[in-house]
């Protein structure tokens, strides 16, 4: 089975910090994804990346970079947290940029900024 | 700006009762998922429908996409309270695969 692990289930951090979320897959996936999930809104997309040491913008990438640096590693960065990126933040990974297979999710970090 | 509306966002029944949930868009797809999440999970995929009109069926879930490929539904036959959970539509756009999410359905079966 593919296993996406993020590193923290629960964060909470201060107005100003940087922040780093961090997630790991095994299965040699070429992309990585990340998104952040609020009520009512369901999940959009902050980055993702399909190569190692490439990234793209997704649709909200504005208060975030990202980094991979190695294959199976994508890590979030929030360069100076603001209450708003209050968050559950999911990592996700797939081998198939076509899309048609499945993205694979980490169970998620609940991010909050104080 | 959104592009897949999902309908409706909550739906509370009682067990061994039907319902449909929506997916709508006025873009194309070239294929949708719908992934089902339960809480302190991540997103878990049920079915990927790909042809314009393709009807699956996954025990007593039934999906459609709409010829046009526009559009798709999920529907329960006879839900029982292991059904609960939050229900999200993803368009995949072009051949990019990256998706694009509806607001999801959190469905809550009382037994």
């Known amino acids: 089975d593919v296993k996406v692990t993020q590193s923290s289930r629960y964060l909470v951090k201060r107005t100003g910090e940087k922040v780093f979320l961090e997630c790991v897959q095994d299965m040699d996936h070429e992309n990585m994804f990340w998104y952040r999930q609020d009520p009512g809104l369901g999940l959009r997309l902050i980055y993702f990346s399909y190569d190692v040491k490439m990234k793209e913008k997704g649709d909200i990438p504005e208060g975030y970079s990202v980094s991979r640096e190695k294959k199976e590693r994508f890590s979030l960065i929030l360069e100076s947290a603001s209450t708003n990126q209050t968050s559950m933040y999911l990592c996700a990974s797939s081998g198939d940029r076509g899309g048609n297979q499945p993205q694979h999710f980490g169970d998620g970090t609940r991010l909050s900024i104080l | ?111």
């Open chain 2, 1 to 111: 700006t959104q592009l897949l509306e999902q309908s409706p966002q909550f739906l509370s029944i009682q067990e061994g009762e039907n319902l449909t949930v929506y997916c709508n868009s006025s873009s194309v797809f070239s294929s949708l998922q719908w992934y089902r999440q339960e809480p302190g999970e991540g997103p878990v995929l049920l079915v990927t429908v790909v042809t314009g009109g393709e009807v699956k069926k996954l025990k007593r879930l039934t999906f459609q996409f709409g010829d046009a490929r526009k559009d798709s539904s999920l529907h329960i036959t006879a839900a029982q309270p292991g059904d609960t959970g939050l229900y999200l539509c993803a368009g995949v756009r072009g051949n990019t695969g990256k998706l694009i999410f509806g607001q999801g359905t959190t469905l809550q079966v009382k037994p």
